[in-house]
């Protein structure tokens, strides 16, 4: 059975930095290494948004929001992606949540984390 867990949410001033990380679990390392893995947020009242995303080759995206705040990156032999964000804004506040998706064969998988909440408050 396939997991995904996210760590690392918290509550931190403005202009602070926060890192996430999302490990998943039931999959071999090279499974892993062939899904795209991406961050979402979905703050109260608001849709979720994706932040980032990584595919399999290690092509990164941003949200507009976040970019040149934050980073994503993949470890495949931890199973393990992660965000690391700086420079954080009480709008970030928001569950973050941990996805992983392939398109294969023409059916997509998909799988989503519990989330980790992000609290950006003075």
């Known amino acids: 059975q396939v997991q995904l867990v996210e760590s690392g949410g918290g509550l931190v001033q403005p202009g602070g930095s926060l890192r996430l990380s999302c490990v998943a679990s039931g999959w071999s390392r090279s499974i892993f290494s062939m899904y795209a893995m991406g961050w979402y947020r979905q703050a109260p009242g608001k849709q979720r948004e994706l932040v980032a995303k990584?595919?399999?080759?290690?092509?990164?995206n941003y949200a507009d929001s976040v970019k040149g705040r934050v980073t994503i990156s993949r470890d495949n032999a931890k199973n393990t992606v992660y965000l690391q964000m700086n420079g954080l804004k009480p709008e970030d506040t928001a569950v973050y949540l941990c996805?992983?998706?392939?398109?294969?064969?023409?059916?997509?998988?998909?799988?989503w984390g519990q989330g980790t909440q992000v609290t950006v408050s003075s």
């Open positions: 996805n992983a998706y392939q398109l294969f064969r023409g059916i997509p998988y998909e799988y």
């Open positions: 990584i595919t399999s080759g290690g092509t990164t």
